[in-house]
């Protein structure tokens, strides 16, 4: 009885705990008054998006960066709220969280990111100057915090998630600033700000949140076969749209166009070694679709940081081939291991989709770098490596920036998801129970009409209608 | 006896008059040939799109208006047909309609658009000259008359939808013409002409078609798990794209750039408040679909007016954050109360959502007009406020055009809305009786193979074959 | 007992050969190596990807032929991975296949056509030298090879598309070669190299795999419900950005203009007369899926050929009107016809959704380029028809290269139908057999646990743990 008596205590903590009817309300609107208080001291329009700045110079129309970079920021925002969303609608009864939550805390981070970011590297004058190219840094820096979501998918409340994007996201303009500013790097698709960043501090997180009882929610753990093609629309639009993820900030000109063809190749060549490596390590040769929705995607993250560079077409198919065949790896058999022996629950692999293809894709970024010369570049070598156009550094050193950055954002990204992890323990946040994870019952109004009885009635009543006539 | 034989009478009669054997073919093929005749007369292509007059002049091609707003233009193209089609989905018995009458009528709309709109102002010569800003014109009015079908929605045969069009978007282009032509209004994303003027449309439409039995067919007028992920399909598109939406047709350089920015700042903030609305209306503080779906798009709804203006991004997040929780406000008290008092069976919620936000959006507007100052603007007021820049008006004068243009579009949008509702009850229209509303089975031909028994049969039947074996 | 045990054989025999284990990797990682080898020997950045080349010369940025086409380039690869993909989830148990099949042969054929068609046609100094436009080419390529999918769609397995896809490049690229290089073809949307192309080689090869004992998996072929929500994503998404997709590389200003505007207005036009023929050729006068999934797209591929001319808005509505009525036609009476006489089993109906209405369109195209004069076109002229505008050919010369050009396409799109439906023949491919066609389960990991039983036990066991507690 008094098992019972205690296990009805802990049940009713949780029932209490996990309701979220005045937290969520204080969270959201503190963060919104604060990010609207901010932005009104902080922020202003710069110089393209300004109506008296834009027209104190003799521009023409055509050379506002909105032309330049608008058609990738929107395919940028498509992968954030589609492509990640849906991505991780493959659980059966996790849905409605997997698109709402990644709306909700991507919504909160693409604003807290603006003012990061531009605290760190956009300040002019004491004010924080906005336009598109900080639309698509806050964009990067909040599929950081996304991915990190993945990785804690189905475990978590949407207050613990706006409270990890809060921290993440300062944690990453730091990561970000020390990269790109301090030390030079190159990295404009974010192999290593936004891929390692983001998946080895989900990882760190989801390890200091090890549930050892979760196996009690193992039958939610799963999917089913709508629930995977919902989430074939995450993978597409990410595979479709990851040339203009890696190009979107890249210079004016042949960068971008350059940096979306090579990121086109990539990724291509990495969905036929997918295709390829599910097959060969499945008993019975039959494709998984956790291959297909994730480790086809490799490409584009191992491209993320050499896709700028003069890593011609077929250097480009070679990192792609690489990834794909790492990644389906690492699904099926890394994955077991990480879980059983280092206690990393991965909801959605992103171990093996951003951590290891994002190491990948900086080593190659490295090396490219290193073996950048004046013969292959030409006048564009200042676009894409100014320290070494100008003569501050040389290729090999600059080879040795990146991978020390590598390093950097490793270590920055551990040592934060370990803070962030043990912040998001505390009971108040509201985390579900083990017994009731990957269930979106806990947050969300769930209508009891349920597919299988809510069609056989449809179509039996309507007869039934008819025939009464 | 008699009872029931008047009940089959009844019953009978609405049977033939679904029927669209005949109805529906006519209205299409008499309304294309029209379309067809009156372009043949009147459609030119104007000066971007001629082969002749294009080559006439000493043009860049990237001069032409296709590069500045055809990725824009693509951008509402998805918000029309993906957003609003799929938006509609989420009844469980109804994604058939939603999604093929909204495509329907949006394809029969914009054609009409064409006409109505370049005959009120795009006239040159006796014709009307069309390219990529007419398309995004079209569009534009479609949209207001999906926000009309919304309202309805399930309620309404094809043939009556398409008659609905047909007046609607004649009376929007007379709207537009007052506001945009006679009055020198602003509204670049349609805060008044769009989603207020579709939204008190279609609801006084609704109310004159006010049906005392629908609760008859209330067991069908909610959603299922898996309709509700369609929805939400339609939701993140607008969502992502209303920057695109708000920005299309102003001025080109810092204008669009501006617009889009504001509009991008509004959502994010408007998704917080939604999210915090919602729970915070449950009892048992979970969330509510219905309330992300739509609420979150208010603030796209409310920078409308606005988002061209110098509206400063923390002014963008004021509105939309305000926008969310008027429009959950809204869902949660006001649509009840407007269905029992008012007789206004308003399906999507969208006085909610394209109604009040609308309102809002339009004030806004008329507050930002009225406080313009040259010291902010600089000789970019020459593209927000034309007439104040030449002097023609002074800032506030144009606040009250902004404020007296709201009046306006309402008294159009309610009495338009109330002759074209008794135009709509003819029975010849073929609506569905009281009892089928909701309900695809109507007007589609419906598989009666059902998911509830088709799935379990396949996985039964392939270890059955195998077993055969 | 020993027609029990043949029949075991065959059945065994059949387990043997579906099984991908060895297959589909070897394939995979053969076909991109050998990628990868002739990449790395032949293909070279162009000038506008190349960062020495690009700023060798004096150019500003938005000269860059990136921004003239990326975004058109971004909407053709949705309605090849998106729009084609999730056209074919139609069928209730082939989700998986339809976009995952599309997925690798879409990701091989890109990559196969890059070289195939810069071998015909992109050499400078024995490289190939690729950019956006390349990749749009590659893309359209693509294109044709999706659409002899859709003709086989569900009786194939993964390598046999393979193998397909291999040799339907090579075909395309040498019939496109004839067309637009020796004979002068204008073709900018590929009415007659990309749909006429895909369908009839696609109808072909049909034809040689035609399976007399197919009604066997009749049951599986045909929708439920949710999958034709499924597959409207994939309608809408191609409906959409059609415009784009013939579009795409036209000459740069007005041409890209009037294409996406014609184009825009066939299919509207052509969506009209879908409806009207649907409800028309329906006993009761229901919608039927089929129709609106397909023929409502049958406009954007009749204005494929004529839709960079000075078509005329009301002429392009004229195709588009034509080509959903011959459409809707061909599905219900042509279709049945094709299969019960000439034995070609079309699952998708490619007949009437790109066969036809692309002779359709080539033969629109061939009139409208016969009818060319210097009046209409001005200066123009030298972009939509260079031999004409040079005094190469006269107008109605070009109109009869036209005619035959689509004589041409049939027959190397027949007769390579024709040969490489025998080599599908070869067992070793792993076919399905006639009892398990349109089957996911024979190639994929499918879920055990299905919609059916997981929903009603999901939302009973929720209330079942909290009346524990």
């Not at 296990?7 to 903590?13: D, I, N, P, T």
């Not at 809060?166 to 891929?195: K, P, Q, W, Y």
């Not at 039958?219 to 190009?247: E, K, Q």
Request: proline letters at 3%; glycine letters at 10%.
């Amino acid at each position: 009885v008094s098992a019972l008596r205690t296990l009805l205590g802990v049940c009713e903590r949780d029932r209490v705990s996990t309701n979220m009817r005045l937290k969520l309300p204080i969270i959201c609107f503190i963060l919104e008054i604060i990010l609207i208080i901010l932005f009104g001291v902080l922020v202003q329009y710069n110089e393209e998006t300004d109506a008296k700045e834009w027209h104190k110079k003799n521009h023409s129309d055509y050379e506002n960066d909105f032309y330049y970079r608008y058609p990738s920021f929107q395919d940028v925002h498509v992968m954030i709220f589609i492509g990640f969303g849906f991505l991780m609608t493959f659980l059966q009864r996790y849905g409605f969280s997997s698109v709402g939550f990644n709306f909700l805390i991507a919504a909160f981070s693409l604003q807290w990111a603006t003012l990061m970011q531009g605290f760190f590297h956009g300040m002019h004058g004491g004010k924080i100057h906005i336009g598109v190219e900080s639309m698509i840094n806050a964009d990067f820096c909040t599929g950081s915090v996304l991915i990190s979501f993945g990785a804690v998918l189905g475990k978590t409340s949407p207050v613990q998630l706006l409270v990890m994007a809060l921290f993440e996201v300062t944690l990453f303009a730091v990561n970000e600033f020390i990269l790109l500013t301090l030390l030079g790097t190159r990295d404009a698709g974010g192999s290593m700000t936004i891929h390692t960043f983001g998946a080895y501090f989900g990882l760190m997180v989801t390890r200091i949140l090890y549930r050892p009882n979760l196996d009690k929610s193992k039958h939610r753990n799963s999917s089913v076969y709508h629930s995977d093609l919902f989430a074939m629309i995450g993978t597409i639009y990410l595979w479709m749209f990851w040339p203009s993820f890696n190009s979107a900030i890249t210079a004016h000109g042949d960068d971008q166009h350059r940096t979306a063809m090579n990121t086109y190749y990539s990724l291509a060549a990495c969905t036929l070694s997918t295709y390829g490596m599910s097959a060969l390590t499945a008993h019975d040769g039959k494709l998984d679709m956790v291959h297909i929705q994730n480790a086809a995607l490799a490409g584009g993250v191992a491209a993320g940081t050499a896709g700028e560079m003069m890593l011609t077409p077929y250097g480009s198919m070679i990192v792609g081939f690489l990834a794909g065949i790492i990644s389906v790896l690492g699904f099926k058999y890394l994955s077991p291991i990480l879980e059983e022996k280092l206690k990393i629950q991965d909801t959605c692999g992103v171990h093996n989709l951003h951590g290891m293809p994002g190491i990948l894709g900086a080593i190659v970024g490295a090396v490219t770098a290193a073996v950048a010369t004046a013969d292959v570049y030409g006048d564009g070598m200042k676009d894409v490596f100014p320290d070494v156009a100008s003569g501050k550094v040389d290729a090999s050193y600059q080879g040795g920036i990146q991978a020390a950055s590598l390093a950097v954002t490793l270590g920055i990204a551990l040592l934060g998801g370990l803070i962030v992890g043990f912040i998001l323990k505390l009971p108040v946040f509201g985390a579900p129970s083990d017994t009731i994870c990957y269930e979106d019952n806990i947050y969300w109004e769930v209508s009891l009409t349920v597919v299988s009885e809510s069609f056989p009635t449809h179509f039996q009543e309507i007869p039934g209608e008819n025939s009464v006539i």
